[in-house]
């Protein structure tokens, strides 16, 4: 039997609701076509929709299909707990029988039977209870949404974004023997006057401009110092390198110094993750260096003859973005590049612990804001991107946590081992030779901030201990920023470590041999003499 409602006539030309039957029945498609619902049929005529053939359409129908599947499951798990913990005999009824005699649980009935008449606003289809449960979370979720967008609002007010500018070209260049130009900045005294010249490289995300930052020309003038830093290979305005790695690194530093008449030792400057290039100078042009000065200087974080506890010290101080992009480095560099157009490569500017995911100090976080350094460091950033190639700081972070070709174990000053055998002795003992030393002779110091979360100072421990002669100088409360950033007091106490008393640029003196120009001075008497004598003669 059927109802008013429920016959062929009520469903004509609507979809019927599926039956259980439906499944089991082979002449379904009689019963559905009495109703109105011939399968196969599409078009206008059709009662059901037009499947969809777009993806799109087809996700869309999945979604919905399991939302539906997961409201009847919670439904189905609603009941089940119901008639396993809602019948008389379970431990929660009983629990809550006890709470419901007693005085709060009189105070909640009585609340509730007050409160009863709002129900008469919800939806017919609805339960009370599902329905004051959605609606209890919604406006839990929107409260918190509101105090999180005011927050934000009243503590930090959206700064006003500033586009990239590229600046036009400005720098001095030199053709290096490959064809590539290298492009530099030079500073302070003249070549002929330079008492002690300096190149520094710059670390990752920086230029040639950088230099030291801050440093002042006087400070040079006054100990006679020839300042070069130079853009690496990509990045400003030098030209980029088929296969760059540590070794050509410190070839083009050596180039450089001979194209631009260092003719005597120079001294190397390394700073954050720029100091690999004063390692691999180090390394490979010994010869060519009076020494190193390090500031905070980074090393291979997956360096093989870390033990466990200064791996721990050092990667503990990172946040997991850190961690991530040199996971990423080491393993899936092709990635990196994806993240690096998100950040300083989008044409916009921003903050390097931001873009860089470093962890800073608090007075590395003060300095960073001062508007003093933005100005340097939009500046100094403009000019590393400006060719709008993403492979040199791929390269860059690539050299930083792969094999570099040496260890810093080379470096150390140690006997050169002979070889073995009966040749090699009685050439040793014929030749009578002094002993050989391997490794750099010069001085190296490190600056280290122990407030240094970008470059930790285990890392500077862990030079220390490969390297016993270095001469570390502990910096207490500075960070990785605060030392070498426009400090003049601090430029002054590095520069008197390294060159001693300050001895103003070398005098340009012309000494003459006076013997020699008495000389003259009696060979041109004796042509003014010979020239008069004919004179008298004619006379």
Not at 51 to 74: D, H, I, W, Y
Not at 94 to 116: A, N, Q
Not at 307 to 320: D, I, L, S, V, Y
């Amino acid at each position: 039997m059927s109802g008013p409602d429920s016959g062929p006539e009520f469903y004509a030309g609507r979809p019927r609701p599926w039956r259980p039957d439906d499944l089991l029945n082979d002449n379904s498609n009689t019963e559905r076509a009495a109703y109105g619902v011939v399968p196969g049929v599409v078009g206008a005529n059709a009662s059901e929709p037009v499947p969809p053939e777009t993806l799109g359409g087809l996700v869309r129908e999945f979604s919905k299909a399991a939302a539906e599947m997961a409201v009847e499951f919670g439904k189905g798990c609603r009941d089940i707990v119901g008639a396993s913990l809602g019948n008389r005999d379970s431990v929660l009824v009983r629990s809550f029988g006890k709470v419901r005699d007693s005085y709060l649980g009189k105070t909640v009935t009585r609340l509730r039977g007050k409160l009863r008449f709002i129900n008469e606003y919800l939806p017919e289809d609805k339960e009370p209870l599902h329905a004051w449960s959605v609606i209890v979370f919604v406006s839990f979720l929107a409260f918190a949404a509101l105090y999180v967008n005011s927050e934000s609002t009243v503590s930090s007010p959206t700064p006003e974004i500033k586009k990239i500018y590229i600046h036009p070209p400005s720098a001095a260049r030199i053709m290096l023997p490959d064809g590539r130009y290298i492009a530099y900045k030079e500073q302070g005294v003249l070549a002929d006057r330079a008492r002690f010249s300096i190149i520094a490289p710059h670390s990752f995300l920086s230029s040639r401009l950088a230099g030291i930052p801050g440093l002042k020309a006087e400070l040079l003038e006054e100990f006679g110092v020839r300042l070069l830093s130079y853009d690496l290979p990509g990045f400003g305005e030098s030209d980029p390198h088929p296969n760059r790695n540590l070794e050509s690194s410190a070839m083009d530093m050596l180039l450089l110094a001979d194209a631009v008449g260092i003719n005597d030792k120079f001294w190397v400057v390394g700073y954050s993750s720029g100091s690999m290039h004063a390692w691999a100078a180090l390394r490979y042009i010994p010869d060519r260096l009076a020494g190193a000065a390090m500031f905070a200087p980074m090393v291979n974080p997956y360096d093989s003859i870390m033990t466990r506890e200064e791996r721990r010290r050092t990667w503990e101080k990172w946040a997991r973005s850190r961690k991530f992009l040199y996971f990423l480095a080491r393993r899936f560099p092709r990635f990196l590049s994806y993240f690096y157009h998100r950040s300083f490569l989008s044409g916009k500017h921003g903050q390097i612990d931001k873009w860089l995911s470093l962890s800073l100090g608090r007075r590395d976080k003060a300095l960073i804001e001062d508007p003093i350094y933005e100005e340097f460091w939009q500046r100094d950033l403009e000019e590393s991107i400006r060719q709008g190639n993403v492979k040199p700081f791929v390269e860059e972070a690539v050299l930083q946590v792969s094999n570099w070709g040496f260890s810093l174990a080379d470096l150390k000053l140690q006997k050169k081992q002979r070889g073995k055998g009966v040749l090699n002795w009685l050439k040793s003992v014929l030749s009578a030779a002094q002993e050989e030393y391997i490794g750099f002779l010069g001085p190296i110091h490190i600056w280290q901030g122990m407030d240094d979360k970008v470059v930790p100072p285990s890392m500077t421990d862990f030079v220390h201990r490969i390297l016993p002669g270095v001469a570390v100088h502990k910096l207490p409360y500075e960070g990785h920023f605060t030392y070498v950033y426009f400090c003049d007091e601090c430029h002054r106490q590095i520069f008197t470590t390294l060159f001693g008393t300050p001895q103003g640029p070398l005098d340009i003196t012309i000494e003459v041999d006076q013997s020699t120009l008495e000389g003259n001075t009696e060979e041109q008497e004796e042509v003014a003499l010979g020239d008069s004598v004919p004179a008298q003669a004619k006379t």
